[in-house]
């Protein structure tokens, strides 16, 4: 397993945006979209940053709403050598935890998702009530 809860330090961004969403699907799907646009505005692949956020944002719309507060979505590109993306919700206390779900289960596998994608995931906490859960790609091959 590759999660790691940590804080990673990088150099300043070369592109970066952010933006503050509901914690609905529709914001959940917004995020995807956004980040699709993004990425192929800055001549980027898209496909594998857009199933990270589709399943980042749905966890944070599911398992870390809280009624009248936003989520946010930050795109990080380093270098051109990285690109961050980084998930926050206000539900600091529930942090990810990647299992297998059961067999026929029709949900539980977003996290297992996101460590099959991602170069690099992890989880840093605070400030209270903060959580972001955070995954790295890596751009140059």
């Known amino acids: 397993m590759s999660q790691e809860i940590t804080r990673t330090e990088h150099s300043a961004p070369t592109r970066q945006f952010t933006v503050l969403l509901s914690p609905t699907r529709r914001g959940a799907r917004l995020a995807r979209l956004l980040t699709t646009a993004h990425l192929s505005d800055w001549g980027l692949p898209t496909e594998s940053a857009a199933h990270i956020v589709s399943e980042l944002a749905a966890n944070a719309t599911v398992h870390g709403r809280v009624p ?39 949900s539980g596998r977003g996290l297992l998702i996101v460590e099959a994608l991602a170069d690099r995931w992890g989880v840093d906490v605070g400030p209270v009530p903060r959580k972001t859960v955070w995954a790295e790609l890596d751009l140059a091959p």
């Open 68 to 106: 009248g507060r936003d989520f946010r979505l930050s795109l990080a590109v380093h270098d051109d050598e990285l690109l961050r993306i980084a998930v926050t919700d206000t539900r600091g206390e529930r942090l990810p935890l990647p299992a297998p779900p059961a067999d026929y289960a029709e």
